[in-house]
């Protein structure tokens, strides 16, 4: 596949999904990133804002098989990822595998269990694979998780430690739509009843698997300069020494973006990153890669905006 047909191909997939959801091509880019930087994405809004069925509409315009966990407080880890039982006519231990075995993993309201299971999908997506009683089971080449969180409520739910929040590319917030989107909204679906369902907006396949693979082996055809490697090394490492930051991001914050950068150079159908492809991927991927220091957050500062004095201060190659 040619860096054009990668670029075409996601404007398909952008333009099937706006047959459902409304106003949100920016998020859609972000997720055509992740898939095609084997990357994972952290959806955060308040309810009500489309994050399932954007997850759904993504899953059925590329092909991919979906699976959907509903995250709850009495969510085991054998729930997600199954286990071995055992089958009584055969006298043996049989696998009966969780809906992690999927392509694109739907991870709903994932912060609303505890970290001990919430901790079940970190092999999964660090390895993509997943081992139970000693044996290793692989995953899908292209496992996605896409997990959505509500920022509003803070009771009764366990943020996600450190660790797992490093593994996902993108940390995307969610906010309401404007007037517009929002009376484009209800034109569409204040005349129906029931959950929205991507196939009643005629939402259809417009990627097939073999395509998404030959893009993703397209994306590794992407030149990354070395100015443009200096460049998101001293973005990230600045974000260690800045007066606002208790804890920078990690060494692979800054391989994630360089990834990440090569797969927007090619939606864009280029075969090289330039630096715009980097600012606009640092603040979705750094936000939840960062700690305030308390003296920020007693001022009231927001991580967002540190990141912005992050990019701003950091000379970009020319």
């Known amino acids: 596949m040619t860096l054009d047909e990668v670029r075409a191909l996601g404007e398909a997939i952008d333009a099937e999904i706006a047959k459902a959801v409304v106003d949100q091509s920016d998020v859609v880019r972000f997720l055509l990133v992740a898939l095609l930087s ?18 759904q509409s993504f899953a059925r315009t590329t092909g991919l098989d979906f699976g959907r966990i509903q995250f709850t407080p009495d969510l085991m880890p054998g729930d997600i990822v199954g286990s071995n039982l055992f089958n009584f006519q055969t006298s043996q231990f049989e696998l009966t595998r969780g809906p992690v075995f999927c392509e694109l993993l739907l991870a709903d309201e994932i912060n609303r269990t505890p970290p ?6 970190l092999e999964a ?16 080449d292209r496992f996605t998780v896409l997990a959505t ?8 739910v366990y943020p996600l430690p450190e660790a797992q929040l490093d593994r996902f590319l993108f940390k995307i917030a969610i906010g309401y739509p ?30 097939t698997r073999d395509q998404v693979a030959a893009a993703i082996d397209a994306v590794r055809g992407v030149t990354l300069a070395d100015p443009v490697i200096d460049y998101i090394v001293a973005l990230v490492r ?5 007066r606002d930051c208790a804890s920078g991001a990690s060494p692979r914050a800054a391989s994630a973006l360089a990834g990440a950068a090569r797969a927007a150079a090619a939606l864009d159908g280029r075969d090289y990153v330039i630096p715009d492809d980097v600012k606009a991927l640092a603040p979705a991927l750094l936000r939840h890669r960062i700690l305030l220091s308390p003296a920020a957050e007693i001022d009231g500062r927001r991580i967002d905006d540190v990141v912005a004095e992050l990019i701003e201060a950091t000379e970009a190659p020319r």
């Open 238 to 242: 600045a974000t260690r020494t800045h």
């Open 38 to 55: 084997a990357g994972h994405v952290l959806l955060e809004g308040a309810p009500g804002t489309a994050k399932t069925l954007l997850a």
């Open 149 to 156: 969180q509500n920022p509003i409520e803070q009771q009764g």
């Open 116 to 121: 001990k299971t919430q901790a079940a999908l």
């Open 125 to 140: 997506m660090q390895e993509r694979a997943i081992t139970l009683d000693g044996n290793t089971e692989r995953l899908s």
């Open 178 to 207: 404007s007037e517009a989107s929002e009376r484009a909204i209800v034109a569409q679906y204040g005349k129906r009843t029931g959950t929205p369902r991507p196939e009643d907006s005629g939402v259809g396949e417009v990627a």
